[in-house]
């Protein structure tokens, strides 16, 4: 148990123009935060949400296997009554489930508000609990509450919206936003608060009465497009070039720079050599002289 603590939280107006402080009510923002009870009591949340759909067949409800594949003695095989017993391909399943499990978890009535105070104390200290004067929707509008969002530069976080009491219109109005939650203040259970990342109060559920602002229009904020999330592939390409271009920055800068190479003086271009003058054709030899001429 923590110390008692008193906690104020931002206010706005339903169009997100600030207001003065809020002094959140101490019985149930009194610092609290239990974590063991939290966890139990999102595991039975989630445990009663579970279906027994789980079934499967004993050799008795497998079709075919009525008759002895072959007869009892003088095969030399093993003694076999069916083809659907639980040894052969296609028999019938041995301690299968059957659909008929129950995965229900109750809680005290005690831990559950244990729980949900704790939750609530948690977004608190966090200074993830807002206050909202009043939701006075005539109509279902979803692009008014979204506004109010983005002034609040909450637009692309799990936001939890609680009302004082049931009202349709802002129920109608969240119902498209896909991280946005609609409920009754009475009916927030501590996985809906653990799911959020801020919380949207309205002053009249938490026991808070705030005078009515006049407010001029206000011009709208263009939100920006939240990036879609990288598959496990894509993020793999992306660190490993990364990292491939890193490798290669890495070894530039450890190669040393290329030494500048002097600038040597070419020669003055020799003179192209003259023809050769041609030489006179070689004289033939004399023929020897015959003897006794």
Not at 126 to 151: G, M
Not at 155 to 179: E, F, W
Request: cysteine-free; glycine content about 6%; hydrophobic content about 40%.
């Amino acid at each position: 148990m923590a110390d008692t603590m008193n906690f104020e939280a931002a206010a706005y107006t339903a169009l997100g123009t600030p207001r003065e402080k809020v002094s959140l009510p101490q019985a149930t923002f009194d610092g609290t935060v239990n974590v063991p009870v939290m966890q139990q009591a999102v595991k039975a949340q989630l445990a009663n949400q579970r279906q027994a759909n789980a079934s499967t067949k004993t050799r008795g409800f497998v079709a075919g296997g009525n008759q002895k594949p072959w007869k009892q003695k003088g095969t030399g095989r093993a003694r076999q009554g069916s083809i659907r017993a639980p040894n052969w391909p296609g028999g019938g399943t041995v301690f299968g489930p059957h659909g008929d499990r129950n995965y229900a978890q109750a809680l005290p009535k005690q831990v559950r508000a244990l729980a949900r105070k704790s939750a609530f104390n948690a977004r608190a200290r966090e200074n993830a609990v807002l206050v909202i004067d009043q939701f006075a929707y005539d109509a279902p509008k979803t692009s008014q509450l979204h506004q109010l969002l983005a002034r609040l530069g909450v637009a692309h976080q799990n936001v939890l919206i609680l009302t004082d009491g049931v009202k349709p219109n802002v129920y109608l109005s969240g119902r498209n936003l896909p991280k946005v939650r609609v409920l009754p203040y009475s009916d927030a259970s501590t996985y809906d608060l653990l799911w959020s990342d801020v919380v949207l109060v309205e002053a009249s559920a938490i026991g808070q009465t705030l005078a009515p602002v006049a407010e001029k229009a206000v011009e709208k904020v263009k939100v920006k497009k939240a990036g879609t999330p990288k598959t496990p592939k894509a993020r793999k390409a992306a660190e490993s070039s990364k990292k491939a271009t890193a490798k290669k920055a890495a070894v530039k800068r450890a190669k040393p720079a290329p030494a500048k190479k002097a600038a040597v003086k070419k020669a003055p271009a020799k003179p192209a050599a003259k023809p050769a003058a041609k030489k006179a054709p070689a004289r033939k030899a004399a023929a020897p002289k015959k003897k006794g001429k």
